[in-house]
């Protein structure tokens, strides 16, 4: 199962949340990138190593959910393959949240030493850069979509629900 949506949208979170209902891994991409940044290596690593933490854990039968700020239609279908050697689904679902609002919360954040970002002000100016990647984003296939500018606890119960329907 993978999220994606930009810098602020809420994805880590419903991700969190996914991981826990569902009792599967958590690899989130944004966790790499400090490590990365700790080791001072290139954050071009980052994909591959996600990569490797993903085939591992699926070679061991279980679960996971990759938390990334965005899935082009290239790493999509690589997902999916890779799901089916593994006897597995896939699972794309975009957060969709109002631009005032991500801002807001970025913000509002109080960054420290093992964020991705060092202050709001960095945050916000990536999210600028990588904007136009997410409205490309947009045009990709997902299986669902959470919407935040409504309530997102019934929309993540009702696509859990979906999931563990699919597994029986």
Avoid: C, W
């Amino acid at each position: 199962m993978g999220f994606m949506g930009p810098v602020g949208s809420g994805k880590s979170y419903i991700a969190n949340m996914f991981a826990r209902k569902l009792k599967a891994i958590l690899i989130r991409t944004d966790d790499i990138r400090v490590q990365l940044r700790e080791h001072k290596k290139p954050y071009t690593n980052a994909p591959r190593i996600a990569a490797r933490l993903r085939d591992q854990a699926l070679a061991q039968g279980k679960s996971i959910i990759m938390d990334f700020d965005a899935v082009l239609p290239r790493r999509q279908k690589e997902l999916a393959a890779t799901a089916r050697r593994h006897s597995a689904h896939f699972f794309l679902i975009r957060i969709d949240t109002p631009e005032p609002l991500i801002l807001q919360r970025l913000r509002a954040k109080h960054y420290t030493k093992k964020e991705l970002f060092k202050n709001a002000e960095e945050a916000i100016r990536v999210y600028h850069i990588r904007k136009k990647l997410h409205t490309k984003q947009l045009q990709a296939r997902q299986n669902f979509v959470i919407n935040n500018a409504k309530p997102p606890i019934p929309q993540i119960q009702q696509i859990i629900k979906k999931i563990k329907d699919i597994y029986q």
